[in-house]
């Protein structure tokens, strides 16, 4: 038995059944895997998914730094996402929001007669008090129930203060996981916010970064290297992020997709409404985002813009070249597990590859079919009961704002090239016997760094630390464990110290204490004192 | 830092902003994490306890451990029975627990879900048990949850069978593993048998050996919570915490039991200490005293540095309680007191506080949050700031000195294996406190007004 089946048969027939779809052992020989993802998971299990609201307010909306982003719910939700995810926000006059937790703090008046008069006074205290540009408002699992109207009362808003106020019906049951949150923050942002800006992009050169959250600084390494080469970052979604220049984003002439899970679905709209392209993108890892640097370039067709791309990046190269070395020397052969939320489980191998370290598993925590296999298998996926929870909604040609950048000739050469349009998933990038996990639970990690003995387990906090008393070092890697950025040329060797850090602490050394290996008696006798 | 916060104070009625408290599920899972090879189970959609098991995680650095329904639409519709059902029997057949501790969240509540139904038409494996609590995030705090998820395992297993255990129940209140071990070790010395409960010692304190055990050592165990109506007298620690739990088993058992403050500082402990002693009738060992004289003997050679300084301070209401009652010991003026939890009852307390050490112009306010501390303090500033690790925001913008205490402590490691109960644990307090303040003087201090010695 290899290890998959191994672990599923330890479960009862009814979570071996539903579980086994979840699991699959990789084998380049078989054409289209396939692997169930998006579907509830089963009561009992210790899952590590979040919900909706996470997925809206905490993912998508809480980065952005310029609106008073408004929890209505009783205070747990609002305080849990406050300041805890490390989206790292700077503004030039220091007046930045997320550093605050604004919340209704529902009591219980309020679910018996109803919330609305409670949102109502407390964005009137909000005008009061930050007198903020744009309010955003998201709702918590009693108030669908009780029926709060909030979209409503977002739209008294509007009228009444003249701001721009925007309501996100993100309860956390809706959906299976945090992915329906993804969603419907997307929505909120297309059709209230993305294309009313008149600010036109300065070059052509022009993008906007998709899906990237300056987690521990990512984004800030990348758009280092992206305006070395001479590219304007419009704007980013959300990381440090601007409602300002989320505004003014359909003025770009390309969207560059780096978490698909968490924002694919404003790539493919904005492509629709405006006519921007998109490419699937990766920096983090060194080849990944040299590559993601050249699939750019050869976007943009210029070669001046691709001399000064290689010109960079031999640049960036040689500055981190000693550093590589030494970690690669000292990381070489180690093999990772990685289970993270939608894209991460699938960049970070790449950046593992680097430094000679293989992957024997990889999971995502809230992805969809297209995240593992690619978005070839998006028209085969049947809706189920959730799914068809979470709105979908549908965007026309703008006749005033539709422009596209390539010619169709230019189109279909590209096509071929790069990932266009579209992305091609993790699994593909995978080797054959490693093990690919969707919605892997406490049980299954445990069982799997048993039977898999990874050096490395990658995970979130709530892993980390029955991980490592297994003996196994975890990192995490959505807060990077407060440290970062790990994206692009520096961000690789922050890992690489980090993970080499990790392995090599003394302290791992200690767990045995020395009584336990060797008895007293007998070292005294070997001693040959008695 | 914070630049948004104006100093100009607006009445606020609905918006509240940084809080300084959390919901009630959290509370309930840590209690019931305080119970040996007990599974916290969350009735409610997965999101809560994700966020619940990462904040507790987030504050010990250890696993944190619970189950949940997961509730999708479906069943926030027609109600989590089905849900609860399939989830306890996957508890059990994969993680193996001997008790299952269910608490509700907001959805399972707001749909009005009966859990005691639920859990009676359950078939359970022999020997298994499930106990339940309602904690609707709408009311109270984590606090709330807390003592209600006390009252759950009190309700479903304490019994009395007329015949006396001979032990005291001593309930601890929200505090770390560190601060229950130093109750134990008092108690022990006192030679008052005693059960704890709950015990989140060795727990989530668990040593590292290489291999993960969900269920560590630690834990008041099955027998132990029954035996509860057996015992012959309750110290419930923590006035606004630990009532709920001790009139609920002086109902159901007749035990009776005395409400004491948490034995934060040295009155708090001192009470602590006579209180076993009237159990023990015994004499207070040498041990004891030797390290209240220890603390009083650090005291008076270090006041410079703190009396007449101005602190705020902040957290659950009975640790802010003992926080500032030792304050005052130190000779400090508690300029700020608040709890984010309601409840008028602490303010009262902490104005009785106030007025036995004849302290003036200071505040205490229940149902606050830290931007109103905020606000308070750009007003009239502070010298210290002693509290949760979200006062890092404001010690950072008004550059005052910080000592972290209470839950969360999110930024620190190993301040869980310390305890701020006890002699020795307000003889830690006293140093953390006097080394925040002087290495303040010493930062500001000219090149020539720098002492060595201090
Ligand atoms: S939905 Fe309720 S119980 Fe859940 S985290 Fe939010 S406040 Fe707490
Ligand atoms: S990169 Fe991962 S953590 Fe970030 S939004 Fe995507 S899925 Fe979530």
Known sequence: MNAREVLLDKYSARVYKNRKEHIIEVDKNIPDQQITANTRTIPGIMTNRGCCYAGCKGVVLGPIKDVLTLTHGPIGCGFYSWGTRRNKARTESGENFIQYCFSTDMQEPDIVFGGEKKLRQAIKEAMEIFNPKCILICSTCPVGLIGDDIHAVAAETEKEYGITCIAFSCEGYKGVSQSGGHHIANNGLMRRVIGTGDRPAKTKYSVNILGEYNIGGDSWEIERVLKKIGYEVVSVFTGNGSIEAIKNSHHANLNLVQCHRSINYIAEMMKTKYGTDWIKVNFIGLEATISSLRDMAAFFGDPELSARTEEVIAEELAAIAEEREYYRSKLKGKTAALYVGGSRAHHYQLLLKDFGVETVLAGYEFAHRDDYEGRDVIPTIKEDADSKNIESIEVEADPEKFRVYLSPERYEELKGKIQLDTYDGMIKDMNSGSIVVDDLNHFETKEFTRLLKPDIFFSGIKDKYEIQKNGVLSRQLHSYDYSGPYAGFNGAINFGRDLTMGLYTPAWGYINPPWKTKSVLKASLAGGDK | ?454
Not at chain 2, 248 to 265: A, D, N, Q, S, T
Not at chain 2, 306 to 314: Q, R
Not at chain 2, 327 to 348: D, H, N, Q, S
Not at chain 2, 402 to 418: K, T
Request: hydrophobic letters at 40%.
């Open chain 2, 1 to 454: 830092m914070l630049n948004l916060t104006p100093k100009k104070i607006y009445e606020r009625s609905a918006l509240r902003v940084n809080p300084c408290k959390t919901c009630q599920p959290v509370g309930a899972l840590y209690a019931a994490l305080g119970v040996h090879k007990c599974m916290p189970h969350s009735h409610g959609s997965q999101g809560c306890v994700s966020y619940h098991r990462t904040f507790l995680t987030r504050h010990f650095k250890e696993p944190a451990i619970a189950s949940t329904s997961s509730f999708t639409e479906g069943a926030s519709v027609f109600g989590g029975g089905s849900n609860l059902k399939t989830g306890v029997k996957n508890v059990f057949d994969i993680y193996d627990p001997d008790i299952i501790a269910v608490h509700t969240t907001c959805l399972s509540e707001t749909i009005g879900d009966d859990l005691n139904a639920y859990i009676q038409d359950m078939d359970l494996p022999e020997g298994k048990i499930v106990v339940h609590t309602n904690t609707p995030s709408y009311v109270g705090s984590h606090i709330n949850g807390f003592f209600n998820m006390m009252c759950g395992f009190i309700n479903y297993l304490s019994q009395s069978t007329g015949v006396k255990n001979g032990k005291t129940a001593i309930f601890p209140g929200f505090v770390n593993p560190g601060d229950i071990r130093e109750m134990k070790k008092i108690a022990k010395l006192m030679n008052v048998p005693f059960v704890m409960f709950p015990d989140q010692s060795g727990v989530m304190d668990a040593p590292m050996s290489g291999h993960y055990e969900m269920y560590p050592k630690g834990g008041t165990t099955i027998p132990e919570i029954v035996g509860l109506g057996d015992c012959e007298k309750v110290l419930a620690l923590g006035e606004l915490t630990c009532e709920e739990p001790a009139n609920v088993l002086e109902r159901k058992c007749g035990v009776p039991y005395e409400l004491l403050p948490l034995p934060i500082g040295i009155e708090g402990t001192d009470r602590f200490v006579m209180a076993l002693s009237e159990i023990s009738h015994d004499d207070v060992p040498y041990e004891l005293e030797e390290e209240r004289g220890q603390l009083v003997d650090v005291m008076l050679d270090a006041h410079p540095y703190y009396h007449d300084k101005k602190v705020a301070i902040f957290g659950d209401p009975d640790t802010v309680l003992g926080l500032t009652s030792f304050a005052l010991e130190l000779g400090m003026i508690p300029k700020y007191v608040i709890t984010g939890t309601p409840g008028e009852g602490f303010v009262r307390k902490a104005t009785a506080l106030f007025d036995k050490f004849g302290v003036f112009d200071c505040t205490a306010k229940a149902g606050a949050d830290l931007f109103e501390l905020h606000q308070w303090i750009k007003n009239e500033s502070v010298d210290l700031l002693l509290g949760t690790s979200y006062g890092k925001q404001i010690a950072k913008a008004e550059d005052i000195p910080f000592v972290r205490a209470g839950f969360p402590v999110l930024d620190r490691y190993a301040h869980s294996y310390f305890p701020i109960v006890g002699y020795r644990g307000a003889l830690r307090l006293l140093e953390l406190i006097s080394n925040a303040l002087m290495d303040r003087r010493d930062k500001d201090a000219a090149d020539e007004d720098l002492d060595v010695v201090m």
